[in-house]
């Protein structure tokens, strides 16, 4: 009886070990996603005063963008000539936007040996 016990008893201690083991990966992983997630979601950079004046510079041609569609608008229509006017706000982004370009290798000149010697 006492052989089995002790048999028990290690087996037990062997599987809760593993069980634990498993328990701190687990919780390990989870917490570095939680780290990661919070990173991203808490903007540090915003902090960074370079990237502030940036982010202000880009809100700002933004506004001056709109307004200048805004006055040309108004400018349309006290001259009645709201026909070569064009409302839609994305024509200038989609100009931008160009197609992702692929990068190539450079091929390498297969060089013989009689031309490594030269």
Not at 4 to 15: A, E, G, K, R, W
Not at 21 to 30: G, T
Not at 84 to 107: F, V
Request: glycine share 0%.
């Amino acid at each position: 009886m006492n052989n089995s016990t002790n048999s028990f008893i290690t087996n037990y201690l062997q599987t809760a070990t593993n069980n634990d083991i498993i328990e701190l990966v687990q919780s390990s992983c989870s917490l570095c996603v939680s780290i990661l997630i919070f990173i991203k979601v808490f903007d540090f950079q915003s902090y960074m005063s370079s990237v502030k004046r940036k982010r202000l510079e880009i809100k700002k041609n933004k506004e001056k963008r709109e307004f200048e569609k805004m006055r040309v608008l108004f400018e349309a229509m006290k001259q009645d000539n709201l026909d070569d006017i064009s409302l839609s706000t994305d024509d200038e982004e989609e100009k931008k936007e160009e197609p992702l370009r692929m990068t190539r290798k450079k091929k390498k000149q297969n060089l013989t040996p009689n031309e490594n010697a030269v």
